[in-house]
């Protein structure tokens, strides 16, 4: 995997994509590229809260297919209110074709990814 230039993702950090299983990030530059110009177009932070999984994570280990997180297309991102729609709006602008909505107690996250092989697109879900 090439290291990345992260000075080309200004308002991410390579420390929020690592896996939290393993220290891994491996996030594609085409998924980077999208998610930064989602970023500023919406002028807000973005709190990531899963970028790259490892396949040895446990989220990723008790999958039957590879994940859109292991092939490193994919973060989920923290959003409260009216925003979770503004980022789904900028998402889609932005050629987001996978999307998942979770509400998980007090808190929700929208999972944003580009897809890869395996994965059935456009989708959108809720978990």
Known sequence: MPVLDWSKYPNFSESEFRCRHTGKCEMRPEFLAVLQ??????????????GYRDRTHPAEA?????????LGVAADIAVEGSDALRVVELALK???????????GGGRFIHLDIGGPGLPSPAMWSY
């Open 37 to 50: 110009a989602i970023r500023t177009e919406y002028g807000k932070p973005m709190r990531i809260t899963s």
């Open 62 to 70: 008790r999958k039957s297919t590879t994940g859109a997180h292991v």
């Open 94 to 104: 932005h050629g987001i074709k996978r999307i998942g909505v979770q509400q998980k």
